[in-house]
């Protein structure tokens, strides 16, 4: 049986992000913080065949914002999503340790990030993270990454301690 789909729910509405907040462990300021580094990174993306923007950005336990945007190449397979740039960047300067993902599209409702991506943040985020995802008019959904990566296979599946 299909889980539900998410609630959507509305950036603008102070009682939707206070409750989100309360929910995730996240304060109204990274909250907030997270959306606009996420549509701010969608800005940047490389995207002349789809044109298909995403922005992504990392909280790190640390306080860490990390941001990526997808960049597309003529090859298409070779295409990086934003989530894994950002994980990348993050990675190569040493973070570990995330506390939040979020991401940011121009389509609405909220997209939530390919199967390919949800694998990456599984190497380097724990079940319980929570993913927020905006559309192109602030509205959003979140969804633990258990939820978005159902019965997944990581680190550990290969004896590897997780660094999370």
Avoid: W
């Avoid at 336990?61 to 597309?72: L, Q």
Wanted: charged fraction near 15%; aromatic fraction near 8%.
């Amino acid at each position: 049986m299909a889980s539900p789909p998410p609630t959507i729910l509305s950036s603008a509405s102070a009682t939707d992000v206070a409750q989100t907040c309360a929910a995730y462990n996240l304060s109204t300021a990274e909250f907030h913080e997270l959306h606009a580094r996420a549509a701010t990174a969608k800005a940047t993306a490389y995207c002349p065949y789809s044109r298909f923007r995403v922005g992504a950005v990392l909280l790190t336990r640390a306080g860490a914002y990390i941001s990526g945007a997808n960049v597309e190449n003529a090859s298409y397979p070779v295409t990086t999503c934003a989530e894994r740039v950002a994980f990348g960047t993050a990675v190569t300067a040493g973070h570990r340790g995330f506390k939040a993902v979020a991401v940011a599209t121009d389509v609405a409702p909220p997209a939530s990030p390919c199967g390919m991506c949800r694998q990456c943040i599984r190497e380097f985020c724990a079940l319980d993270t929570p993913v927020l995802m905006f559309d192109k008019d602030g509205m959003y959904a979140v969804m633990r990454l258990e939820t978005l990566l159902p019965l997944s296979f990581g680190p550990e599946s290969l004896g590897v301690q997780p660094q999370t």
